[in-house]
């Protein structure tokens, strides 16, 4: 029941706060405590049912299932962590809307020679994709370095043949990923093969990809030394994409782009890594599910690996995550979707290119206790030490509730407004 008034209630409040000036901060501001705690409550059940169906036909019972989102590419869910690992309203959609429009690409990146990239959560790829996309519209031609963090190699290899959206307009796109993880796909043939014979696999992968295997297959055993094996699929893929990449035009072509996998825990990795980075995405499953990369001292890590015009992006809303960005020494703003909708966190060491930045409401809310963060102090605490710690804490607390903050903070912007109307 609540379920079904939610969008009723929500929807009802927003227009009235749309036509009553005097009103309207108090509204937009109790429309913000639906917004971060009723409305997520109601969508998340909404999600899961959505999940539930799409999950249906699925034997796979293994660490992650594919499935279609609504904008037709593949995503998956990790039966593990229980949790998705893109946005069921689309993966593509999302790499697009969440990590690459706040960018802000052409006016903050375009004019650079070089620019170095830094994909945590690399998964099947699709912000490096939606970067990649970003980069033939906007015909940047300067270099570009990707290091891709994800430890689930076999979803990193996986990334190129994803049915993901990209390949009839961008096949360069899953070209130039093929080329840069084609050493490691071959020595890992034997896991790859068994996913891909799967036939209820078969629908999640580009067409070209079978047609490679069932070549590889038939030839595969007969050339063992790498260096065959390296050509012959090279050979197979382009006779697969040729016709294809000859309509593309060479400026289009992702020449100057290198994309290195690292399959480890992203907190060791960004251990052993020593270059700037201007654009950091952050793509880790939902905090309070998987917190090993929410916690200060992971985002201190960052902070030392960040160029001074560096953006990190994330879809997290999290009031204790923008702390812990904040406390870690960078400025925070928000992302908004093309709705209006709070979409996401942006930081940087430049404040100025910060678009919007967090209001007088946000900054109450990290003082409260959902502004409590995770920490980490030797990045490999597992999760339940990193949750066991955080909720000790929380426990002990006492700082005001996010609840009462609210409620309080709506009360008083009302008094302001009653009074300045006077
Ligand atoms: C929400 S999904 C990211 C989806 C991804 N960006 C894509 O386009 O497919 C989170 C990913 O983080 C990976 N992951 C989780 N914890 C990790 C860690 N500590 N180090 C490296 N990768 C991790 C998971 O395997 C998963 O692929």
């Not at 689309?90 to 697009?96: F, S």
């Not at 429009?101 to 375009?110: A, H, I, M």
């Not at 994909?119 to 912000?127: A, K, L, P, T, V």
């Not at 060479?250 to 890594?273: C, E, S």
Request: aromatic share 14%; with cysteine.
């Amino acid at each position: 029941m609540i379920t079904q008034l939610a969008p009723c209630i929500i929807l009802s409040l927003y227009i009235v706060s749309l036509y009553c000036d005097n009103i309207c901060v108090t509204y937009r501001d109790i429309f913000y405590l639906i917004d971060i705690k009723f409305y997520n409550l109601c969508m998340s059940d909404k999600i899961d049912k959505i999940i539930e169906k799409k999950l249906k036909d699925s034997t796979n019972k293994e660490l992650y299932n594919f499935l279609f989102t609504n904008d037709g590419s593949v995503g998956l869910y990790n039966n593990d962590v229980k949790d998705i690992y893109h946005s069921i309203f689309g993966a593509k959609d999302e790499g697009w809307q969440k990590f690459i429009k706040p960018l802000n690409f052409d006016k903050v990146f375009f004019n650079k020679k070089e620019i170095n990239v830094l994909d945590i959560c690399y998964g099947i790829g699709y912000n490096t994709k939606a970067l990649l996309k970003k980069i033939i519209t906007s015909s940047y031609n300067g270099r570009v370095f990707i290091d891709a963090l994800e430890y689930n190699k076999e979803l990193v290899l996986l990334s190129p043949f994803i049915k993901d959206g990209y390949f009839k307009t961008y096949p360069e796109i899953s070209q130039v990923i093929c080329k840069s993880l084609i050493d490691s796909i071959i020595l890992n043939k034997n896991s790859l093969s068994r996913i891909f014979i799967n036939k209820s696999n078969q629908k999640y992968f580009e067409p070209f990809y079978n047609s490679l295997i069932k070549k590889y297959k038939y030839w595969g055993y007969s050339y063992s030394i790498l260096r065959h094996n390296k050509a012959f699929l090279h050979n197979i893929y382009y006779h697969c994409i040729s016709q294809r990449m000859k309509t593309t035009s060479k400026q289009r072509i992702l020449k100057d782009v290198t994309i290195n996998p690292h399959f480890d825990d992203a907190r060791v990795t960004i251990q052993k890594l020593d270059k700037q980075y201007d654009i950091i995405f952050l793509d880790a499953f939902t905090p309070s599910k998987l917190p090993t990369l929410w916690s200060i001292d992971f985002f201190k890590q960052l902070y030392k690996l960040s160029s001074y015009n560096s953006l990190l992006v994330t879809y997290s809303n999290s009031a204790a995550v923008r702390h812990a960005l904040i406390d870690a020494g960078f400025y925070v703003g928000k992302i908004f979707d093309t709705s209006g909708r709070s979409s996401g966190t942006i930081a940087s060491k430049n404040t100025l290119l910060i678009e919007h930045p967090l209001t007088d409401f946000d900054f109450g809310l990290i003082n409260t206790t959902a502004g409590i963060y995770y920490k980490d102090e030797n990045l490999n605490s597992t999760a339940k030490e990193i949750i066991d710690d955080y909720n000790k804490r929380r426990q002990n607390s006492n700082l005001e509730s996010s609840s009462k903050f609210i409620k309080n903070f709506s009360k008083n912007k009302q008094e302001n407004n009653d009074a300045i109307s006077c």
